[in-house]
């Protein structure tokens, strides 16, 4: 069956997302500036510049084939309404149902924002949690650890991949 | 002269101690249980075994290791009214002042609470930050990052210790 997987990054401090960051207001609190040293690690790999039609070069190495890895395991994608009003591609009520139909034999990413993460983890729906720790302080911002239910959801490491401008922690539900 | 250095375990979620952790109700939200696992990649190691006087036995190796030299390395402490409450030593007023002078070659370690340490990171006063981060949900509690001024504290990855009961995150000031 599908694994169902949280992949994202987040601030030394906690945050997934710095405050404010809206794309109606580009400039507020240098907001773009903390998100691309929270995203570094990701903006530089070879595989994800390709993707996105950013031009030749970027890095390879093992954090392009975890990029890459991660990016072909995905058969769907689950995200909240903030993210979706951020220009993605939303899913209704009954997503992971749905999402378990459409994904196949391959795995369904919880995508964010931080609240949908919340609510996967307090129904013990995620298998794999996947974070990329970066060294930057946002000071405020969307937590993305909030609002868990007690006893708190169990996950055990199961790999850590050492990289320059983030630590890719990797944890599997116990 | 002297580093002034960080070194403590940390919950997944981001908190350095669960809630009501206090001596006095000790079977307060099963804090106890939750701080032995926040703590066991410490409480595991020989090292630790033998200074406490817990007895024989005990892991070895590079967590071991690790917290021996820690250890060895630290010429004084500075802690607040909270951890010094709990049954620990106190520093006054002008603690780094008089533990700079105190530690000569050795270095000195901001052994917390949450709120000390916090008061160092806006002073820009932390040259190395290094933590435990254990795969463990409290779900409240003190939280380490919070109160932090902007721009945030600049710190780059400097090396990472990947253990079975938590990673070693260590970071130095840019």
Request: no cysteine; proline share 5%.
């Amino acid at each position: 069956m599908s694994k169902v997987f949280v992949n994202i990054g987040l601030s030394l401090d906690g945050y997934m997302a710095p405050e404010g960051m809206t794309m109606k207001n580009p400039g507020y609190k240098n907001w773009g500036a903390k998100w691309g040293a929270l995203m570094t690690w990701l903006l530089n790999t070879q595989y994800f510049r390709e993707n996105l039609k950013f031009g030749p070069g970027g890095e390879t190495g093992p954090v392009n084939d975890l990029v890459r890895t991660t990016t072909e395991r995905i058969g769907a994608n689950i995200m909240g309404k903030r993210m979706f009003d951020q220009g993605e591609v939303a899913w209704p009520e009954r997503a992971l149902v749905l999402a378990r139909e459409s994904a196949g034999s391959r795995d369904i990413r919880i995508a964010g924002g931080a609240d949908v993460i919340q609510q996967y983890l307090n129904l013990g729906a995620i298998d794999e949690l996947e974070i990329a720790l970066a060294p930057v302080f946002f000071g405020g911002g969307r937590r993305l650890f909030e609002n868990l239910r007690e006893p708190g959801p169990q996950f055990r490491i199961d790999k850590v991949l050492d990289g320059s401008a983030a630590t890719h922690l990797r944890y599997v539900r116990q």
